[in-house]
């Protein structure tokens, strides 16, 4: 890269809260805090776990896609 000045943008990616449960109680066991940057991150994370999709907590949306998630939203996953 030659020498100069150059502007750095950097893309703030999109934070989510996430519950988890464990199956045999209705109630969350904890909730994490995710910031997804890609795609990719978002794929990765649901393939991790065994989720096919992300769901808001307190509506019946499924979201398949990271285009679709809303900053600070809590959501849990489902298989």
């Known amino acids: 890269m030659p020498l100069g000045n150059y502007t750095l943008h950097v893309d703030e990616g999109i ?4 519950c988890h449960y464990d199956e045999s109680d209705p109630l969350p066991v904890h909730q994490e ?3 997804f940057y890609t795609e990719e991150d ?3 994370f649901l393939a991790r776990r065994g989720w096919t999709c992300l769901r808001e907590f307190d509506g019946f949306r499924n979201l398949d896609n990271m285009d679709d998630l809303q900053p600070g939203v809590l959501y849990r996953g489902t298989r």
Not at 15 to 18: E, L
């Open 15 to 18: 934070a989510v809260r996430v």
């Open 42 to 44: 978002y794929r990765d």
């Open 33 to 35: 805090e995710k910031v």
